[in-house]
């Protein structure tokens, strides 16, 4: 907490962002450059699970895994790589990458963008009031004469089965800040985080078994999943679909953790990571002082505004509303909200029609997301059953991504595919899906024509070089046009 700052502005501010994690300092520079008064409340570290816990480490820790899987799939370069990974060097650059989890550089950023920070536990009290409580007691209050802005992210649900807690159970902190390498990890959950974290400590020694009570990855195309299970076999992982956790029991803490599987079998392993979904850090929020239900998600219109709260004062983005729990679809509402901010404090008309500068139109049509296993997997818009659910006239083009030379030059023996939704009625892509080695920077090639809803007839002049893996797009679109 700064006081002085506090005292200069007697705690009345335009906008008070709750949470310094991307999505609330996405929201905070927005509204600055609008030219707005702006304090940010943060309890922990700025930077958010996004910078400590999660993407950042995840990829960091990821990288060298898939680095060296990459090197080995290339003739000539798979002899030079004989050794293991050296893991201590592995931590070191993830702890270079997270900062050693000191938070310093990313408050002297805030400070840079002229807001204010106040360390400590923000609670609303009612319409534009904002407590903030330190960790020693001391309370102070802010007034926010135009937002408050909610951003205060989400953490690892557990669930409710015997022996959880005596089995001290890894979430995402754990599975991110960990320095040692458990013998045996058995992930619970098929997720985001199950997949990503059963590559990671696969990759660095563990001996990993993945729990899945459904198939990997069920919001993607179903050979996505696929491709990833496979992926994780071929390092040595035991993938296990269709199978639950019943029980747990570590009887001595520092022994090892025996799992009860409904299949009748048991599982014994060092340690247990439990990636089983989140839930929004809504709980001690204040959110019953403005007629909301504490611990809910919070339901928002196009700009953000949280929805059945009088006087569009308050604001929910990134996961709390649970559009999309990902760090740039949270910093697109966040770029979107604090211009809206911005707009409605200055009286001017606000742009929110669909795809206008003060909507968040891709979050219903065009959202991204890449998955960092080996192989990667990506996706943006609809899936073919979510657009057949939508009633769209669909044609699904399903491809080898080996049809690319490009690929095969990228990996001997590449395995991926490629699958693109095209609405037939406007001839443009509702949802591009891709499975393969490297093919997190082909994503935003299919972003930009969902988004942009190109018409395949101009599509085919965006013409990809040769031979990339962006070759694919030349043989989607002439299966397309292939009866
Ligand atoms: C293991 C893992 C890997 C991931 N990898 C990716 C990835 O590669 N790419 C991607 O796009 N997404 C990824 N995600 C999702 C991503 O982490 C989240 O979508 C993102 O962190 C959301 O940002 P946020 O700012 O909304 O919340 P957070 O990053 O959670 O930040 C919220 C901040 O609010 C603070 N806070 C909470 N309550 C209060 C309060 N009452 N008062 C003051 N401060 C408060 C918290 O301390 C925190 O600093 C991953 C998630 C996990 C778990
Ligand atoms: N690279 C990325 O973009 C990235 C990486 C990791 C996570 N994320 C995001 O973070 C969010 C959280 O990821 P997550 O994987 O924790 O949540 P999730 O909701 O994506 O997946 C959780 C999985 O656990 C399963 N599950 C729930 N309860 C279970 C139980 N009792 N036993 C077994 N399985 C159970 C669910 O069926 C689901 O498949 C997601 O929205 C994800 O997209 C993004």
């Known amino acids: 907490m700064n006081e002085s700052l506090e005292s200069r502005s007697n705690g009345a501010y335009d906008v008070v962002v709750l949470g310094a994690g991307p999505v609330g300092q996405n929201v905070a520079d927005h509204a600055r450059a609008a030219g707005l008064t702006v304090a940010v409340v943060e309890r922990e570290l700025v930077g958010g699970e996004c910078s400590y816990w999660a993407c950042v480490p995840s990829k960091a820790l990821l990288r060298p895994v898939v680095a060296v899987a990459d090197a080995q799939r290339v003739d000539g370069a798979r002899q030079a790589v004989t050794g293991r990974l050296d893991t201590a060097q592995v931590f070191a650059r993830r702890d270079r990458y997270v900062t050693d989890w000191d938070d310093t550089g990313q408050a002297e950023w805030v400070k840079s963008i002229g807001a204010d920070l106040f360390r400590g536990h923000g609670r609303i009290d009612g319409p534009r009031r904002v407590i903030v409580t330190r960790d020693d007691g001391a309370r102070h209050t802010l007034t926010a004469r135009h937002a408050v802005a909610i951003a205060t992210g989400s953490r690892p649900v557990l669930p409710d089965i015997p022996g959880i807690n005596e089995a001290r159970p890894w979430t995402n902190r754990h599975g991110t800040d960990s320095s040692t390498v458990p013998a045996r990890l058995a992930i619970v959950g098929g997720g985001g985080v199950g997949v990503e974290m059963a590559t990671l400590w696969q990759g660095l020694g563990s001996q990993v078994t993945l729990l899945a009570r459904r198939s990997l990855l069920p919001r993607m195309e179903p050979f996505a999943g696929e491709f990833i299970a496979r992926g994780l076999t071929q390092a040595g992982a035991d993938v296990r679909i269709g199978v639950r956790v019943t029980a747990l029991r570590r009887p001595d803490p520092a022994g090892p953790v025996t799992l009860t599987l409904d299949d009748g079998g048991e599982l014994e392993a060092d340690d247990v990571m439990f990636a089983t979904g989140r839930a929004p850090h809504t709980d001690d929020l204040g959110l019953d002082t403005v007629g909301l239900t504490p611990g809910s998600w919070l339901d928002v219109d196009t700009t953000c505004l949280v929805r059945g709260v009088e006087g569009d004062w308050l604001y929910a983005l990134g996961d709390v509303n649970h559009r999309a729990l990902l760090t740039h679809q949270g910093k697109y509402q966040a770029r979107t909200a604090g211009d ?65 030379q490009g690929a095969n030059l990228y990996a001997d023996g590449y395995q991926g595919h490629a699958r693109m939704v095209v609405d037939l009625d406007r001839e443009i892509l509702l949802g591009v899906t891709f499975v393969g080695y490297g093919i997190s920077e082909l994503l935003h090639s299919a972003t930009i024509a969902v988004a942009g809803e190109v018409p395949l007839k101009r599509l085919r002049h965006a013409v990809a070089c040769f031979p990339t893996v962006s070759e694919i797009w030349l043989f989607l679109l002439a299966a397309y046009h292939r009866k």
């Not at 901010?341 to 929110?352: E, F, H, V």
């Not at 979050?363 to 943006?380: I, L, N, R, S, Y």
């Open 340 to 404: 809206a901010i911005g707009a409605r404090a200055a009286g001017l008309p606000l742009d929110d029609a669909p795809w206008g500068d003060h909507a968040t139109t891709a979050d219903q049509h065009a959202v991204p997301q890449v998955f960092f296993t080996d192989p990667e997997a990506g996706a943006v818009g609809l899936s073919a059953e979510e657009a057949a659910r939508a009633g769209r006239r669909t044609k699904v083009v399903d491809l080898d991504l080996s049809a690319a």
